[in-house]
């Protein structure tokens, strides 16, 4: 290359290669056709539905103030953008009355389908006991699968990088659930409305808010953290890759144990 040629800028955007479209297209959705298989895939599923509430109350803390004394956050609309997404997230309506964490409804939707909840009871209880999320997972005898995705999540945590965090809750989560969920949605339409129709509610639940609101929101808020600084995006778009690649190894892992 003669030294006078000048490197194209990197583009001002997620990259996403082509992670999102391969987990999209998994073979898993059409692997869970049974009310059996369907309980397999909850039991795993739901430790990926509590560590989804990690990663938003990571992204929580960097935007808003959780701790005393107050203090105003810098960015007033990303922390009321953040607040709505918790709102919905950890205390959303259901369809009988009262409030309830996605999580929760989750974890009640396996209960009425007749799906082993022990093992993610095991974990709330150790890391209620004091436990480190890796001995939590160990407590509860999850698959390895399941582990390496939990810990993935909680490396992106650990970072302590707000558009890493960002990223990976934007397009390693919200903007990305809605395609998965729809088909479950459609695999669950035909299933028994008393065993399935809470967990129908919840896929449903996920499908309106993060379509519709959380995703936008989400996009809005990495674009500002990133702004025309070359490296933040390139560095959102790894761990974006990193988190949906981290979703196809656990689909491919319960895809093969069904």
């Not at 059409?30 to 369907?38: E, I, K, Q, T």
């Not at 974890?107 to 993610?120: C, F, I, L, N």
């Not at 698959?143 to 934007?170: E, K, L, Y």
């Not at 959102?236 to 190894?249: D, G, K, N, P």
Request: proline content about 6%.
């Amino acid at each position: 290359m003669p030294a006078h040629t000048l490197l194209a800028p990197a583009p001002l955007r997620i990259d996403l290669g082509d992670a999102r479209d391969r987990l999209v297209g998994h073979r898993l959705y059409g692997l869970v056709n049974s009310p059996d298989r369907m309980r397999r895939f909850m039991e795993q599923h739901v430790f990926a539905v509590w560590d989804f509430q990690c990663l938003l109350k990571a992204l929580q803390q960097k935007f808003t103030c959780t701790t005393a004394p107050w203090l105003p956050t810098p960015d007033r609309e990303a922390r009321r953008l953040v607040n709505e997404i918790v709102l919905d997230e950890e205390s959303d309506e259901l369809p009988e009355g009262g409030h309830a964490s996605h999580f929760e409804l989750y974890v009640e939707s396996m209960e009425a389908a007749g799906a082993d909840t022990r093992p993610v009871e095991r974990m709330l209880a150790a890391l209620g006991d004091g436990a480190s999320v890796t001995d939590a997972l160990a407590a509860a005898r999850v698959a390895p699968a399941v582990a390496n995705f939990v810990r993935t999540t909680f490396a992106v945590i650990d970072a302590d990088s707000t558009p890493v965090i960002a990223a990976a809750f934007t397009y390693g989560r919200e903007d990305v659930i809605p395609d998965m969920f729809r088909h479950l949605v459609t695999a669950l339409a035909e299933q028994d409305p008393a065993a399935w129709g809470r967990f129908r509610f919840y896929l449903e639940r996920h499908i309106a808010h993060d379509d519709a609101k959380h995703a936008p929101i989400c996009r809005r808020i990495v674009a500002g953290l990133c702004g025309d600084d070359p490296a933040k995006w390139a560095a959102a778009s790894r761990t974006a890759r990193q988190c949906l690649e981290a979703r196809i190894a656990l689909w491919d892992a319960i895809a093969d144990s069904l």
